[in-house]
């Protein structure tokens, strides 16, 4: 029996070239796919990786907040001025700290350092002379180590006493 070269090649071939086509085809597909998964993976491994970046530069930036010293944040030690005086009569605090004068007697006052009238001892602690004058609130801080006796300007028989050390 013989079998006609181009009858009979031709669905060989045919055949041939149809599984290189679906198996390839197959193979292609299946390329895509796995390149789609992979793409996928290393996207969701970069997102990962940078939010745990933004976690640590917030972790650091907490860090920092809490260990960063502000210098306006300076220690403030009050004193109320009441009918009956100064209270606490005397207090202690460190240089460059502040204490914060408040009169609660209802009527006018102005502290100032020793020695009335004049309150040479330490002039820059005079209320009179700030913008604070007249207010019921007076913020002054001490730069001067020593002990700094004081008194009301306006009822010099009130009288207190700041120790900067």
């Known amino acids: 029996m013989r079998i006609n070269t181009k009858q009979g090649i031709a669905p060989i071939v045919a055949i041939i070239i149809a599984l290189l ?5 197959g193979y292609g597909i299946k390329k895509v796919a796995d390149n789609k998964k992979e793409k996928k993976a290393k996207q969701e491994q970069g997102e990962q990786e940078e939010k745990q970046k933004e976690e640590k530069m917030s972790e650091k930036k907490e860090d920092e907040k809490k260990a ?12 109320n001025y009441t009918a009956a005086g100064f209270v606490p009569k005397t207090i202690t ?11 609660k007697t209802g009527k006018s006052a102005s502290v100032a350092s020793n020695v009335h009238p004049t ?11 700030t913008d604070q004058r007249g207010k019921d609130e007076f913020r002054f801080s001490f730069e ?9 300007h306006l009822n010099s028989n009130m009288t207190g006493t700041v120790i900067v050390e």
Not at 68 to 79: A, H, L, N, R, S
């Open 93 to 103: 605090i460190k240089k460059g700290e502040t204490v914060v004068f408040e009169n």
């Open 21 to 25: 086509v679906l198996g390839g085809g």
């Open 119 to 129: 309150h040479l001892l330490y002039p820059e602690f005079d209320q009179y002379k």
């Open 144 to 152: 001067k180590v020593g002990t700094w006796n004081y008194h009301d």
């Open 68 to 79: 960063e010293v502000k210098p306006d944040m300076k220690k403030e030690t009050g004193v």
